[in-house]
């Protein structure tokens, strides 16, 4: 090839990759690592990256509730995710009490009240016609409420051994002399990732979803009732949360009411950098993915780097501003 | 067809009639029914003594509503005004002395404005992102910077602050009445200019508005800036009550502002509704506020009952527009 | 303005080349017709003259001189001034204020002053239609005729030396048309310069001296009606790009109504006073058209009949069973398959691809399993894409990148896979190019042979009386008429639709 056509089908791949938002995502996820690795060496080592992707992944898991409702459509948005993670935490160790046997129990419970609470959310939002930001905001804050009410701050019960397995282990094997490590959450992480992936891209309800977040009123007039599918949208977020603090369960000590949160705008973030429009209707999990990936790995540097609470919320605003910048310029092109 | 309307019945009918169909006209309903509920609750609830005394908690809700008000009208979205607020109570509590008060106060105000107004309604309006996450991120830098001055509430606020706020002005007047005239001499004056009608016409029609010749990004930065002066004013009544310099001071605001808002009317989308129905809004959160208190629930309650009231307002605020025609063209 | 002359304008959007060699010249106080299929650049030509958006190239003389215009104030300073094809009104003010609107009166440099700009917009406005608008409504409450005459009013209150009107008469009913081509007569002996922007080639043959043809985003020909007759058929051709006949449709099947079977029967249909007491039968194979002036509740019916309404007395029949129709999902069921009016709020996915957008309807069907057999699904699109005309065919094609006529046919197309038994057409022209449009018909009337039962609610007469056996005419809620067959001319539709003489 002639040099210019070796430099043509170079800025044609640059322009790809560039237009493909998960692709750029995923490309800023690495860029981080290799920063991690120049400020804090050894911080990109095998083991570490897993630690980190193992912490990303119940930030992960609310933004593929997150990615569901802004796909959805109507401005779509859940801010009441913080206060369904604690839930899935409270009711989860309740149950528990750190016996096994009550674990399918304890499953269902968090997998229905997480469902429910989403299902008021989505009811406000969809029957209402109430605004994602202000009826999910305003829920969370009741729920936070309740539970206040209920735990007075603390509370009884603790996880089960295989929930902690489950939490904080790792699959280990051999890779001829080597000792491989793959945090269990991160095996499921993968699953529930290609399990997404099928269901949106090669099933009837993942392609309704998108058609609803599109254009509501052509899904109607085509004989869906998008009420009712966003109404499940918001049911799913919720349910994910709370599965997501049942997890954490087993993840961390000690988890405290305020946990949850923490967790409230890095999700919308993750779903920003995942490239999802939040005018719904398009958008891919695995864009929330590298984007969960991109704040948990930000946080822990920032963390190694010694910087306080306060620190981090100013750090991760300039981020969230920068890269609104970048892609606002980019669609602005289009 | 035309027709002269001489009769002065007529004019009188045409008047109610636009004053039921106004969207600030349910709040307004609303709030009587409060004060007469608080005022059965609480019974020197007409005292010159009890209204000064509400008029310190209502006076910053107020003042913060109108300015989210005027920001939804124009199609936007301020989710940093809590903490701009917080901001403002952090930094100018850190460095005041007995002496540069006035030039500390001064100093926050402009820092305010140029935060709250310049920055995030440059970033909507020149820079056209989205103002719901432009302004969670301006709220994420705004509380962290908060957070790392003053972590733990501090700083120096003169003893006299204390007393301004809850003293009188020629003997009578409360200074929160006073401040909050500022605020409605603003809000007269820029009523009055062809700015204000630009502004609900880039919230009702950004695309209808730049056709017409009107300069949508610089409207947009100036609803921002306009506001932000409400904000600054916000946060010298929250220093005033606090008297000291706490993250935590301005963090209610925002959700408050926004309830507020939307119960009096105003569309989200913007270009509808008034600025009255912030203001009656603002007096129907504070107004809940008292009767909750004053029906003497456990305080765990209290949180839950006020996102409720928050969600059912909401809800109610909804109705009207399910009675809208489902089809419309 | 004494001349004008806009030369080889290019404009390109990301990816697509709006206008290629756009060129436009007149001189004196002329009305200039401009005229082009969908996409072929007009409106773009008129917001680049306006000052809305800029050309990329391209030179731009006005009385002479060369002209700079960057925005939309410049434009004005210039006198030109557009009246927009999708309306810059703001829905929520009312109707002087938006007539003011970006041009408003000062007092003291920033405080307005309201007084006389009401009376001022009163007088413009009673200029073009008198007596019909108050001007205290707030615009989203007019109809879209009114609506329109409020956006022309605005652009006269700016004093144009030059008016660019796209699209004016698409909303109006056809005596507003009449009192519109009387100000434009009078705005030329007022020395004003009118650029005239429409599909509607019997009105630009009617008032312009001149006519422009765009296709493809440049300039492909002239007209001048005073050195040439004014037809139609001398502008056709240049807008369609070829020199072949158009499709005639004659109307081979004349359907019999006394042995045609009733597939549909409404009995006493009324809907909260939009529609009171609405009978009719229809009979199957037939094409029923749905006339009348805009508004007295044709939209209302054909919604009702496709789910998004439901009567709130009355009942409906299909093969003569009764029938609920609740939700489009019933009426899908049911057989009775809509084409929405507007393709782009209502009937497409517009970020999708033709492939989304040709199989959404079978979900409401469950014709298939959840998990979704690619092969079979792909398949049915590419029929369709053939069978449509689809430009390009190809089925991953998203499409907002489609032209205004093939995005029609994916809204129209997407039934063909069902072998539709009724299929309700509201206004499938609107907007798009003759060619599409003939398509369009071709196919409706091949699915008649088949069949299929049309109910079609056309805006322009044309069609009414081109393609229907039957013409019902609807004026405030109800039926007042119905024409049948060769009795269906222009003559007798607009008679009937402003309910006048014999």
Known sequence: MTDTAVQSKFRDIVRRVFYDKVLLAFLLVILLFVAGEIIVPGFSHFSHVMTVLQASFFLGLISLGQTIVVISGKEGLDLSVGSTLTVGVLLGAVILLGKDSNLPLAILAVISAGFILGLVNGFGVSYLGLSPLIMTLAW??????????????????????????????????????????????????????????????????????????ANSRAAELLGIKTKNVRVIAYGMSGMLSALSGMFMLGFVANPNIALGERYVLPSVVAVIIGGIDFGGGSGSY????????????????????????????????????????????????? | MKVQKNNSTDIYKKIINRIVKDPSFPSFLIMVLLIVINAVLQPNFFSYRIIKSNLQSFTPLILSSIAQGLIIISGSLDLSLGTSVSLFSVLTAYYMTDTNVALILLIGIVMVIAASGFLNGFAIGKLSLSPLITTYATSAIF???????????????????????????????????????????????????????????????????????????????????????YIALVGICVLMITATGEWRSGLGYTLNSVAAVVIGGISLTGGKGNLWGAVFGALILGL?????????????????????????????????????????? | MESFEAVNFKKRFEGVIALKDANFKFEGSKICGLVGANGSGKTTFARICSGIIQRDEGELFIDGEEAAIDSPHDARNYGIVLAHQNLSLIPDLTVWENINLGHEKRQRAIFLDNKDAKEKSQEILNALIPGEISMDEAVVNLTPAHSQMVEIAKALSQDPRLLILDEPTAALEYFHVEQLFKKIEELKKEKISIIFISHRLWEITRICDIVFVFRNGETVGKVDFQEQPRNEKLIIPLVTGETGKMISFSKKKKVDFEKAEVLLELKNISYKGRLKNISFKMKKGEVLGIGGLHGQGQEELIMLLAGSLHATEGELYLHNKKLKIKHPKDAIKNGV?????????????????????????????????????????????????ERAELVPPDRKMLVKNLSGGNQQKVVFGRWLQFSPSILILNDPAKGIDIQAKEALYKIMHELGDAGTTVILYASSNEELITHCDRVLIMFEGQIVEEIVHDDICDEKLIKSSLRVGG
């Open chain 1, 140 to 213: 969370g804050i009741v729920i936070d409420g309740v539970l206040l009410f209920i735990s007075k701050g603390s509370y009884p019960g603790k996880a089960s051994p295989i929930l902690e397995m489950i939490g904080h282990g790792s699959m280990t094997f051999m890779i001829g002399t080597y000792l491989v490590k793959i945090p269990w959450v991160i095996v499921l992480w993968v699953v529930i990732i290609l399990g997404i992936r099928f269901v949106l891209r090669r099933t009837s309800i993942g392609y309704v979803l998108y058609g609803v977040g």
């Open chain 1, 286 to 334: 695995l864009g929330a993915v590298a984007g969960s990936i991109f704040l948990t790995t930000l946080a822990s540097i920032l963390t190694t780097l010694n910087i306080g609470e306060g620190g981090k919320q100013v750090v991760t605003g300039m981020v969230l501003m920068i890269l609104l910048i970048i892609y606002t310029r980019k669609k602005k092109r289009e």
């Open chain 3, 337 to 385: 398959y809509l084409v929405p009016g507007d393709r782009q709020q209502d009937g497409l996915f517009i970020i999708h691809s033709i492939f989304n957008n040709a199989v959404f309807p079978r979900f409401c069907l469950k014709m298939d399993s959840a998990f979704l057999n690619f092969t079979k699904l792909s398949a049915i699109t590419d029929k369709m894409i």
């Open chain 2, 143 to 229: 509380l962290g910077v908060a957070m790392t001055v003053l972590p733990v509430a501090g700083g120096y606020v003169p003893k006299f602050f204390y007393k301004i706020y809850r003293g009188t002005i020629f003997g009578f007047i409360p200074f929160t009445a006073f401040i909050l005239i500022i605020g409605f001499i603003i809000w007269g004056i820029i009523s009055r200019t062809a700015l204000f009608r630009y502004i609900y016409a880039i919230g009702s029609n950004e695309e209808g508005a730049y056709a017409s010749g009107i300069n949508v990004s610089t409207v947009r930065l100036l609803a921002h800036v306009i506001a932000s002066v």
């Open chain 2, 288 to 329: 809940l506020s008292n009767i909750i208190f004053f029906s003497q629930i456990s305080s765990y309650y209290q949180i839950f009952a006020k996102g409720m009231i928050i969600v059912l307002s909401l809800s109610l605020a909804a109705i009207p527009r399910l009675f809208e025609e489902k089809y419309k063209f």
